[in-house]
């Protein structure tokens, strides 16, 4: 696993948490920039988990639970697009709170799948 890019997937994901949550505060929807962010974040995500997955293809990560791996990877791929898909269908403040909820997730599912490849329970 790179940790350089799970660093960058973490560091983007607290930044669009943030900002989600200053949108919030200001009752305003979701805006294109946001939308434009979690899809940099989706994008970063998946070049993630194609680096988690040749890296177990390679051989690497022998001690690793590989169900729980590929549940976080997967998981991890599916929380920016259900996040903006449910933001995009709730145009109140409500929209960038659930997208808060969204970056959140995907900094702490990151932070676990750092553990999970150390070896750490």
């Known amino acids: 696993m790179n940790t350089t ?4 997937v973490i560091a983007l994901a607290v930044l669009l948490m943030l900002a989600s949550l200053v ?3 200001r009752n305003r929807a979701m805006g294109m920039v ?3 962010g979690f899809g940099v974040l989706e994008l970063a995500v998946l070049v993630q988990a194609g680096f988690v ?5 390679g051989g690497e ?3 690793v639970s590989k169900g729980t ?4 990877l997967g998981g991890e791929a599916i929380i920016p697009p259900a996040g903006v898909f449910l933001a995009l269908a709730e145009r109140s ?10 970056g959140f997730a995907i900094a702490v599912m990151t932070a676990r799948l750092v553990q999970i490849w150390q070896g750490q329970a």
Do not use: D
């Open 5 to 8: 890019v799970a660093t960058v």
């Open 23 to 25: 949108s919030a505060f």
């Open 34 to 36: 946001l939308l434009v």
């Open 53 to 57: 997955i040749a890296a177990v293809a």
């Open 61 to 63: 990560g022998a001690h």
């Open 69 to 72: 791996l590929f549940g976080y």
């Open 93 to 102: 403040r409500w929209g960038p709170g659930i997208l808060a909820v969204a």
